[in-house]
């Protein structure tokens, strides 16, 4: 049996930052790999949907040429040099992620417990005095039938050509990432949501702004569909809307309905707890085994590749959880958001003010041609305590960053106004949005 300091179950965002920083502070690191380094968001997730949306972008932008004053009328979509600059963003990251594990030890195969701080790898054991679970998460699917013959978001990003049309079930991030680009690169997409509106847990206003405008690029989007079944192998979806049964075909046929923990083998070997199919943790990332943590997806927490970068920190003694993480949707237009809504604040008996700003107001987006957004900043009424900030348009995520550090240190709405923001930017929109209720 080896021993190491520290062993990392797991190289996606949290579990390689984490060796590699383990490295650094000089513990004797090892990390388990079952299949490529990067893990989900790397090599089938956030990196190549990004190559992605850089080309759908590139597409919307084309064929709204003639209003910048280019001609461009005779663009057409070749996805296989698309789909071929994908691969090489993910090979050339890859290659990054393995030199910044330089002075981890890297054992490739399924790790599994073998008892109290025990992580076998086929048929060697190695003990470490803390071991990471950081083996992420797998594509969901509905408990119906025929489920087994959809695409799920892997499947898709392994194609090669486009198909005539696709039906997306969920209208969640994934979901609406992946109709905005392919709606843009030529493909006639729609939607099948559940819920009342897409994106459950955003900003109920945005949420309706980025279903409008996909709306208008041609995107079918149905609301409060519950899928029923998926046939024909795969080609048809039959779902009820409002009481009432319907059907749609398409060539293709994607689940995007979220992601599920994936948890490594002999867990109840080593003591250690899951609930839904999730690893339990406290704030400091710790099990319910003393010297056993899990960050990222395994543990529910945020499903999202930076929220399981900062827990690995976090399980390392570096610093706190931190207070509000923000998330994005990397949609056509973009949406970003942190803190808290109004309608959360007004759920939890928090007295707050909602301050907007249009993007169609702003020079600079009138500049860039991108006059459709909307940047709404939450603040607490008695204090001007910054609550949240919830934005659809372009650049949204960037602009979320600005008030993620302004939130996570407990600024008011005064000190940001009083901050002097570049002329012109998509920046100004902040204090646009302040102005009318910052005290």
Same mark, same amino acid.
């Given at each position: 049996?080896?021993?190491?300091?520290?062993?990392?179950?797991?190289?996606?965002?949290?579990?390689?930052?984490?060796?590699?920083?383990?490295?650094?502070?000089?513990?004797?690191?090892?990390?388990?790999?079952?299949?490529?380094?990067?893990?989900?968001?790397?090599?089938? %997730?956030?990196? !190549?949907?990004?190559?992605?949306?850089?080309? @759908? /972008?590139? *597409?919307?932008?084309?064929?709204?040429?003639?209003? &910048?004053?280019?001609?461009?009328?005779?663009?057409?979509?070749?996805?296989?040099?698309?789909?071929?600059?994908?691969?090489?963003?993910?090979?050339?990251?890859?290659?990054?992620?393995?030199?910044?594990?330089?002075?981890?030890?890297?054992?490739?195969?399924?790790?599994?417990?073998?008892?109290?701080?025990?992580?076998?790898?086929?048929?060697?054991?190695?003990?470490?005095?803390?071991?990471?679970?950081?083996? %992420?998460?797998? !594509?969901?699917?509905?408990?119906?039938?025929? @489920? /087994?013959? *959809?695409?799920?978001?892997?499947?898709?990003?392994? &194609?090669?050509?486009?198909?005539?049309?696709?039906?997306?079930?969920?209208?969640?991030?994934?979901?609406?990432?992946?109709?905005?680009?392919?709606?843009?690169?030529?493909?006639?997409?729609?939607?099948?949501?559940?819920?009342?509106?897409?994106?459950?847990?955003?900003?109920?206003?945005?949420?309706?702004?980025?279903?409008?405008?996909?709306?208008?690029?041609?995107?079918?989007?149905?609301?409060?569909?519950?899928?029923?079944?998926?046939?024909?192998?795969?080609?048809?979806?039959?779902?009820?809307?409002?009481?009432?049964?319907?059907?749609?075909?398409?060539?293709?046929?994607?689940?995007?309905?979220?992601?599920?923990?994936?948890?490594?083998?002999?867990?109840?070997?080593?003591?250690?707890?899951?609930?839904?199919?999730?690893?339990?943790?406290?704030?400091?990332?710790?099990?319910?085994?003393?010297?056993?943590?899990?960050?990222?997806?395994?543990?529910?927490?945020?499903?999202?590749?930076?929220?399981?970068?900062?827990?690995?920190?976090?399980?390392?003694?570096?610093?706190?959880?931190?207070?509000?993480?923000?998330?994005?949707?990397?949609?056509?237009?973009?949406?970003?958001?942190?803190?808290?809504?109004?309608?959360?604040?007004?759920?939890?008996?928090?007295?707050?003010?909602?301050?907007?700003?249009?993007?169609?107001?702003?020079?600079?987006?009138?500049?860039?041609?991108?006059?459709?957004?909307?940047?709404?900043?939450?603040?607490?009424?008695?204090?001007?305590?910054?609550?949240?900030?919830?934005?659809?348009?372009?650049?949204?995520?960037?602009?979320?960053?600005?008030?993620?550090?302004?939130?996570?240190?407990?600024?008011?709405?005064?000190?940001?106004?009083?901050?002097?923001?570049?002329?012109?930017?998509?920046?100004?929109?902040?204090?646009?949005?302040?102005?009318?209720?910052?005290?």
């Amino acid at each position: 049996m080896t021993t190491y300091d520290i062993i990392i179950i797991g190289s996606g965002p949290g579990g390689y930052t984490t060796a590699a920083e383990a490295a650094r502070l000089g513990l004797r690191s090892m990390i388990v790999e079952r299949d490529e380094l990067g893990g989900t968001c790397l090599n089938r %997730g956030c990196i !190549p949907t990004k190559a992605l949306c850089r080309t @759908a /972008e590139a *597409a919307l932008l084309c064929r709204r040429g003639a209003q &910048l004053g280019i001609e461009t009328s005779n663009v057409t979509i070749d996805y296989a040099r698309a789909a071929a600059r994908k691969d090489d963003v993910v090979a050339s990251l890859r290659e990054g992620v393995a030199m910044a594990l330089n002075g981890v030890d890297i054992v490739r195969g399924n790790a599994r417990f073998a008892g109290d701080h025990v992580v076998a790898v086929g048929d060697e054991e190695y003990d470490a005095p803390r071991i990471i679970i950081a083996t %992420g998460s797998r !594509p969901a699917t509905l408990p119906v039938e025929g @489920a /087994e013959d *959809a695409a799920d978001s892997d499947t898709i990003l392994s &194609l090669t050509t486009l198909p005539a049309d696709l039906i997306i079930i969920g209208g969640g991030v994934i979901g609406m990432e992946f109709a905005s680009i392919y709606s843009a690169l030529g493909v006639k997409v729609t939607v099948l949501e559940y819920c009342r509106e897409i994106l459950p847990g955003f900003d109920t206003e945005i949420a309706k702004r980025l279903r409008m405008a996909l709306k208008r690029r041609g995107v079918t989007i149905v609301t409060s569909a519950q899928v029923t079944a998926i046939r024909d192998g795969g080609t048809v979806v039959e779902y009820e809307e409002k009481g009432r049964a319907k059907s749609l075909s398409a060539e293709k046929v994607m689940m995007a309905v979220g992601r599920r923990p994936v948890v490594p083998e002999g867990l109840e070997a080593a003591g250690v707890v899951t609930e839904r199919g999730r690893i339990v943790t406290d704030e400091s990332m710790s099990t319910s085994v003393e010297g056993i943590y899990a960050i990222g997806d395994v543990n529910g927490r945020c499903m999202l590749a930076h929220a399981a970068t900062v827990q690995g920190r976090v399980a390392l003694g570096l610093q706190k959880l931190p207070a509000c993480i923000p998330a994005a949707v990397f949609t056509v237009p973009e949406c970003g958001s942190v803190g808290l809504t109004a309608e959360q604040c007004a759920a939890e008996g928090i007295d707050a003010l909602e301050g907007k700003a249009i993007y169609r107001a702003n020079g600079k987006a009138l500049a860039m041609d991108e006059p459709d957004g909307l940047a709404k900043i939450v603040v607490e009424r008695a204090t001007g305590r910054l609550l949240g900030a919830h934005i659809c348009g372009a650049h949204a995520a960037d602009l979320v960053q600005e008030l993620t550090v302004a939130i996570s240190q407990s600024m008011t709405a005064r000190q940001l106004l009083d901050t002097v923001h570049i002329h012109p930017t998509l920046a100004e929109l902040i204090p646009a949005a302040l102005s009318n209720i910052a005290p």
